[in-house]
C-alpha cells in the first residue's frame, strides 16, 4: 500500500512541478514590458487532472518565533528607500507602510509572470506581532493581481495565499507567503530588535521563515556573501526532509534538504558584476526560495481524508552587492587615478631634465 501511495505522490509531484510556483513579490513589473509578456500573464494554464483550483486565506493562530538566530552577524546599513521595478528601474519610495504586492508565476525571480488565478480577486490576510489582522484584497490590475496594503505599525508582517489542488485521494497545497517590513532608518524610541522579530502561522501545512540577524533592525539589508539561515516549519514545528531551492536573480539555484532542526542555510553568491561608472550599490535583486515536503500518511483536510499530500511554500526576499564591492571598485579606480598622474608627473619631470638651457654666446671678432 506503501509503495502505491508513494507512486500517487511522485505522479502527484511530477504534475506540480511542471505547474510551476506561485509567490508573492514586492517587485513592480517592468513599465518596459511588452504586450505579449503581459497577455501571457494574464492566462493560468489549468491542469487536466486537477477537480478543483482555489485560493483561499491563511487560518489564525501567529506565534513570534522562538528560534534562535545564527550568531556572529553584523548588522547591515539600511538599503535606501527607493522601489525598483523588475528591470531595476526607481519606481516609488517605501519609506512609508504602504506596500503593493503582486502575484507572480514561476521558478526564476526574473522570468516568473505576473500572473492571475482565475478568479477576479483573491483574499490575504496579514498578520504581525500581535496576531491575525483584518483581511486584504487582491484585486485584478492591468491582467496582474495586486493588493495594496497599508501596515500601520513599524515592523515585519506575514502575507499567505494558500492555493489548493486535489487528484483522486491526492491533495497538493500551494503557500505563497509574503514577508513585509514597515521600516525606517530615522526611527527614535523603538526597540528595533522586539517589533524586527520574525512571525510564524502555526496552522501552516508548510512555512518557510527567515532567520533574523542578532541584531537585525527595521532596515537590515542582506549583501553577496552573507549566509542567510532559513528554517522550514510545519504547523510551527520544524520539519525534516524538505527539499528547500533558493534562486537567484541572475538564475544561480542551489537546493538543501532541511536538518533535524528543520534548518538550511544558503549563502548569497556574488551575481552583479558591472562597470565603475554603472555600478550601484543600493542595486536590488530578489532570491525565490522553494520548500516541498512530501506526507505519504493520510491527511484530513475540511473533513476530507487524502491518502497522501504534497505541500509548497514559497518565500522570496531581496538583496544587495556587497559594500566591498564597492569599496573595491573604488580602490581601483584610485590606484589607476595615483598611476596615471604619477606616472605623468614622472615622464614630465624626466623630460624637463633632459632640456639644455639656451645660452647665448658672443665671440668678440678683435680677439
Not at 131 to 151: D, F, N, Q, T, Y
Not at 183 to 194: I, P
Request: charged content about 20%.
Amino acid at each position: 500500500m506503501k509503495n502505491i501511495v508513494a507512486a500517487m505522490l511522485f505522479c502527484l509531484m511530477q504534475m506540480s512541478a511542471q505547474a510551476e510556483v506561485f509567490w508573492l513579490s514586492e517587485t513592480p513589473p517592468s513599465k518596459k514590458a511588452t504586450a505579449l509578456k503581459n497577455e501571457q500573464a494574464a492566462t493560468v494554464p489549468q491542469a487536466d487532472h486537477a477537480e478543483h483550483l482555489h485560493a483561499q486565506v491563511a487560518a489564525s493562530g501567529v506565534a513570534a518565533s522562538s528560534v534562535a538566530a545564527p550568531a556572529g552577524v553584523k548588522k547591515h546599513q539600511h538599503g535606501g528607500g527607493a522601489e525598483v521595478d523588475a528591470t531595476g528601474e526607481i519606481v516609488d519610495n517605501s519609506h512609508s507602510g504602504a506596500k503593493r504586492v503582486w502575484l507572480r508565476r514561476g521558478n526564476s525571480p526574473q522570468d516568473s509572470l505576473y500572473a492571475l488565478t482565475g478568479r477576479d480577486s483573491e483574499t490575504l490576510v496579514l498578520q504581525s506581532q500581535e496576531g491575525v489582522m483584518p483581511e486584504a484584497a487582491m484585486k485584478v490590475e492591468s491582467g496582474k493581481l495586486i493588493a495594496r496594503l497599508e501596515l500601520p505599525e513599524l515592523g515585519f508582517y506575514n502575507a499567505y495565499l494558500k492555493q489548493t489542488m486535489t487528484h483522486g485521494d491526492l491533495l497538493h497545497v500551494q503557500i505563497a507567503k509574503a514577508e513585509l517590513l514597515h521600516g525606517t532608518c530615522c526611527a527614535k524610541g523603538v526597540d528595533e530588535e522586539a517589533v524586527a522579530k520574525p512571525i510564524i502561522n502555526a496552522n501552516m501545512p508548510l512555512e518557510l521563515v527567515r532567520q533574523h540577524y542578532p541584531k537585525e533592525g527595521l532596515f537590515t539589508r542582506i549583501v553577496s556573501g552573507d549566509k542567510v539561515d532559513f528554517i522550514v516549519l510545519s504547523y510551527g514545528k520544524p520539519v525534516a526532509g524538505a527539499k528547500v531551492s533558493m534562486t537567484t536573480q541572475q538564475g544561480w539555484s542551489r537546493s538543501q534538504v532541511s536538518d533535524a532542526q528543520g534548518l538550511v542555510s544558503f549563502t548569497m553568491i556574488r551575481d552583479y558584476y558591472t562597470s565603475w561608472l554603472e555600478f550601484k550599490k543600493y542595486h536590488k535583486q530578489t532570491y525565490l526560495m522553494v520548500a516541498d515536503l512530501e506526507v505519504t500518511d493520510k491527511v484530513t483536510v475540511e473533513g476530507v481524508t487524502y491518502n497522501a499530500a504534497h505541500y509548497t511554500a514559497t518565500l522570496a526576499g531581496n538583496y544587495y552587492p556587497s559594500p566591498y564591492d564597492y569599496r573595491s571598485y573604488a580602490w581601483g579606480l584610485g590606484i589607476a587615478l595615483f598611476v596615471i598622474v604619477f606616472g605623468g608627473v614622472s615622464i614630465y619631470l624626466y623630460r624637463r631634465r633632459r632640456i639644455k638651457p639656451y645660452q647665448e654666446v658672443r665671440v668678440d671678432a678683435k680677439a
